[in-house]
Each structure stands twice: as C-alpha cells, then as structure tokens.
C-alpha cells in the first residue's frame, strides 16, 4: 500500500484523449514551506510543455499537470497555446499563479490537442482531494503495461516517486515522466543538487531503444510537512525510489521480457564507465542475444570496442563476466556456455565489465529487443 504523503492533494480522470483509460493527472502541493526541482530533456523537437516549464522559477512550483496519450509536440503556436491553457486550468484548480504550474504530456507526435473535448472533461472533474498517487501513476501511462511507484521513509518523512515510460527512452537530463512527492522540509537549493545527483545515476541511466523522448519531464517536490531531515539520508532514500523506477521502466520495455543491468566498473572516471555501459544496453545484438538466451559474449566485446575514442580501454585488461560467470579473458568452456545460456534464460540479466584502468564505474539499465517492439511501433499511430 501507497503511503500517504502529507501536504499534497491529486485530480485523475478522463477527459476524452484515449478511450476508456484514465488520461489526466493533477498534482499539487499546498504548504508554503515547499520546495521544488525539475530537469528536462535537451531533444530540440521538445514540445510546448518543455517550453513552457523551462520559463518559471523550478524552485517554487505548487503542482504539476499530465496529459497522457497525446504529446502535444510538432504543433506549432497552437500547441503553444492549448498548453497555455491547460496550465491556467491547473492553476486555477490549484489556487496558484499560472507560472508555478508545470505541464507534461506524453503519447502521440504532431497531434494537436482536442481541446474542446479534453476541457469538458476537466470541467466534469471534481475538486482535487488528498493526493493519491497511486492513482497518478496510472493515469500518466502510455504503452506502459502496468503502473509504477516507489516509496521509502527517511526520518518522519516519506518519499513517494511514480513514473511512466516504455520506449522512445534514452533520457538527456531527465526521464520520460517522472513526479516524487515527498513531505520532507529542504531548501529549494538542496532540493536541486540532490535530485540532479539522483537524476544523472538513475533516469539517465536507463535506456530502451537509445532514442531521447521530445517530452521528458522529471520533478520533485517538497511539501516540507513532516519537518526537516538528514540530507544524506533524503539523498540515498531518493536514489532507492528512482533506482526502483528505473529498474521498473527498463523492465516494462515496450514488448520487453528481460530486464538487462550493465555494471561497468575499472574505468578512468564514471564518464568512462558510462559512456560504456551505454554502448553495450544500447546494442541491437546485446539486446537480441540477451533475448534469445544466447551465450554470445563476443557481442559485449564488440560494444566495448566500438569505444573507439577511448583509447586507454586496451583488450588484454578487460574483463567480462554474465552474473559472475566469466566469459574473457578465461576461455568459455562448454560448461560455462551451458550455464551462462541457463542463466540468460532468466528475466534479469547482469552484464559486468572491468576495464582495468582506474576505479570509474557506472551501471545502466535496459531490456532486450524483440518481436514485440516492433509491432507496437510499427503500428503505434494507426
């Protein structure tokens, strides 16, 4: 059961973009000691929620407006203006000034809004009540086949994250969507360094397909009801629910059916270490060897190389290993082959790679590539 978190209230519903599931999501904080932080993807396609949000003061939001199955992007200055709109809607339901409102939208490119349906349903919408995030995790999903949420306690506090997202998922200093509600008192600053930590080892670390979504939004906010708490401890309580987030993001891949987990460890510096772990999460023949439960270490080896700007990653230092059982520079036996094809057959896989040279270390986190992918998205508009 989803704790409550306290100082937040919450508005889900249909209002008439997808059919027959839930579509809209508010969320909105009401202490005046609250705090917030939000970061953004860098695509130059980002929609005008990303336009708009990127304008206001990130440290002094009061609530958060989702549409989910239409992205609103491509749409030129009407798209700019439906967002207007649904802001002044949010914040008026809110009790707050336009600017301190975020709007995010997911789903569909280069369809405008049907504004006209999507205001009658917010209008039918009752007032917002205690927040229920349970409920907002549902209402943001797209192809999501099932809700995401998170929570841990720090102190008197608690820390309540959700997120949506399945593929079109290489995040750029963001996630897909991402929102945390948390009732712990910081300082907006705090908040800030905190979350773009978090942000950079756990959403940034996550990547289905290797493409960077045109409307990723993440968020924190800090309703401050519970009092104050220890930094580090906020710090590692947040990285948990994001990690959680983003082993169920990678998991849930559009048409997934095993979550991929590279360790990359020995690296001159994390940088290294990541821009590795992406290379071998982000190769076809990784993702569909992993799929077909092949034993092909080669494939690993292949993405380390193809690094090939990195010129202190020397062959005779790396090591690669599939939970725990090496692959090089030991030679694979057939016995070894026997277990690693075993062990592949498993819904999570564990890709560990030393590169011998200094203590860097990232891990990044995926799924493998398969028939299912390319149906959704070979029929994802029609």
């Known amino acids: 059961m989803i704790p409550a978190v306290h100082g937040f209230t919450s508005l889900t ?3 008439g973009v997808k059919q027959d599931h839930p579509d809209f999501a508010l969320l909105g904080v009401n202490t ?33 407006v989702v549409v989910s199955g239409n992205a609103n992007v491509a749409t030129g200055e009407q798209g700019l203006a439906d967002a207007r709109q649904l802001r002044a809607w949010a914040a008026d339901r809110l009790g707050c000034p336009d600017e301190q409102v975020l709007v995010a939208s997911t789903g569909v490119i280069g369809v405008l809004y049907p504004m006209e349906r999507m205001l009658a349903g917010m209008d039918a919408l009752p007032a917002p009540g205690p ?101 580090a401890a906020f710090e590692a309580a947040l990285l948990e629910v994001c990690t959680e987030l983003v082993r169920m993001i990678a998991s849930d891949g559009e048409g997934a059916s095993k979550l991929i987990e590279v360790r990359v460890t020995g690296a001159r510096d994390d940088a290294q270490a990541k821009l590795v772990a992406k290379a071998i999460v982000n190769s076809p023949l990784v993702k ?57 057959g498993g819904d999570e896989v564990v890709i560990e790679v030393d590169l011998g040279i200094a203590t860097g270390e990232f891990t990044a986190y995926g799924c493998d590539l398969t028939e299912g992918y390319i149906r959704i998205n070979a029929d994802y508009t029609t």
Not at 41 to 49: M, Q, Y
Not at 145 to 156: E, H, L, M, P
Not at 174 to 187: P, R
Not at 202 to 228: E, I, K, L, R, W
Request: proline share 4%; charged share 20%.
């Open 13 to 15: 519903g249909s209002i």
């Open 32 to 64: 005046p000691e609250s705090a917030s932080a939000a970061v953004f993807t860098r695509s130059r396609f980002a929609g005008p929620s990303v336009r708009l949000d990127r304008e206001v003061d990130l440290s002094a939001l009061r609530g958060v």
């Open 131 to 231: 927040a229920d995030l349970g409920a907002v995790a549902e209402s943001i999903m797209t192809t999501d086949t099932r809700s995401k949420c998170a929570f841990r306690t720090v102190g008197n506090a608690t820390v309540v994250g959700v997120a949506k997202g399945v593929g079109m998922m290489e995040p750029n200093m963001a996630t897909m969507l991402s929102f945390i509600a948390t009732d712990a008192q910081i300082d907006a600053d705090d908040l800030d360094r905190i979350f773009r930590a978090v942000v950079a080892r756990t959403y940034n670390a996550v990547s289905v397909d290797s493409d960077t979504s045109t409307s990723d939004t993440a968020a924190v906010f800090a309703s401050g009801a519970a009092g104050p708490v220890d930094l």
């Open 288 to 344: 569909t060897a992993v799929h077909g439960a092949d034993p092909n270490w080669g494939r690993v080896a292949m993405a380390v190389g193809k690094c090939e700007s990195e010129t202190d990653i020397l062959e005779e230092n790396v090591r690669i290993a599939f939970g725990g059982l090496e692959t090089y520079p030991v030679p694979a036996s057939p016995e070894r082959l026997a277990a690693l094809q075993e062990y592949l």
